[in-house]
């Protein structure tokens, strides 16, 4: 056989209305003759939206109240991501995604070129996360981009203290004056299904849900359909105070350290990192290079935190 698992023997039922199914095949290995007397233990249908639902608004319910929101399942909310739920274990973390698929621009190394390109000192993120490149000097080469996604992808969603609600948009922010300071807050953000908040305009009423946050850390990249959601917000959060800088034509050195050097609160209570940054700030693009977005994740986690623990 090419795999040996042992398929057959008993699924032992846990309550009455699981249903213990006795294989008809002998005890040991499945091998490929024995694939006409396989079957799964059987289920009720009702039992499979039980299973998904039930999770789902237990979720909804335990992060309604969470300490960071991070908005954007890109490379760069996904390092930051990494880095705040290794460190912090106690903080529930939420990440709002508006595309069914997290991952962002992350799936290729650009264009329709799959290795991805990262500068030096980035590969300390690579090494961290236990993923193989080549060494070219000043740079690695991860083999493709997918690698790379693929595996920070995992890692942030099995840590416990993370949910994942993808298909989901940041339509709006919540803001809070402070009481003591008058300052303006960010203290969490207006959700809506992606599928709704593309369709607004054709449907009566469609209401939003709510998230209350400690923390938002914004990542939604550069200016598009949803893109520099915050960013944008910015202006209208604080007038005169945040005119946004629009971001600027592609160079790799310029804008890579521009934008790690900037990722930081912005707001009171809002992080941005990664290419939503360049909106903010009127930097470069740096185009299918990556090391700045995992460092500017790593900064943000920091920074985060600096608000956070205040
Ligand atoms: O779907 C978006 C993507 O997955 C998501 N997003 C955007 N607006 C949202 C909203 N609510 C919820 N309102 C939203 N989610 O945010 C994610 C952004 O990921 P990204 O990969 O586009 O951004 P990044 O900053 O992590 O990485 C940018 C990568 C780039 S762009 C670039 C260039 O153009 O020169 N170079 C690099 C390396």
Not at 103 to 113: A, E, K, R, S
């Amino acid at each position: 056989p090419l795999l040996t698992l042992p398929l057959s023997g008993t699924f032992s039922a846990r309550t009455p209305q699981q249903v213990t199914v006795d294989s008809e095949a002998a005890n040991g290995d499945v091998k490929f003759a024995d694939w006409d007397k396989f079957h799964f233990a059987p289920i009720r249908e009702s039992a499979v939206s039980r299973a998904m639902t039930k999770r789902y608004f237990a979720d909804l319910d335990k992060y309604a109240e969470s300490d960071v929101v991070i908005v954007g399942a890109g490379s760069a909310g996904l390092s930051a991501a990494y880095v705040l739920a290794k460190n912090r274990p106690e903080l529930k973390i939420a990440i709002i995604e508006a595309s069914v698929s997290p991952g962002g621009g992350c799936w290729l190394g650009g264009q329709l070129f799959s290795a991805m390109v990262l500068r030096k000192p980035a590969h300390l993120f690579l090494d961290e996360l236990n993923i193989a490149y080549e060494d070219e000097g000043n740079y690695v080469v991860v083999k493709h981009a997918a690698l790379f996604m693929s595996t920070l992808m995992s890692k942030v969603l099995e840590f416990p203290n993370v949910k994942l609600f993808n298909a989901t948009t940041v339509e709006d922010l919540i803001t809070r004056r402070d009481e003591t300071t008058g300052e303006l807050r960010v203290s969490g953000v207006v959700t809506n299904w992606t599928l709704v908040a593309l369709n607004h305009d054709t449907q009566l009423c469609m209401d939003p849900n709510t998230i209350n946050a400690s923390v938002l850390l914004s990542t939604t990249g550069h200016d598009g359909p949803f893109g520099a959601f915050c960013a944008k917000r910015l202006e209208s959060l604080s007038g005169d105070k945040h005119k946004l800088g629009g971001m600027r034509g592609l160079d790799m050195n310029l804008a890579e350290d521009a934008i790690v050097k900037g990722t930081r609160e912005v707001a009171p209570g809002l992080v941005i990192a990664g290419m939503e940054l360049a909106e903010v700030d009127g930097s470069n693009r740096m185009g299918p290079t990556f090391g700045a977005m995992a460092l500017s994740g790593v900064k943000a986690a920091e920074a985060v935190l600096n608000v956070f623990d205040e």
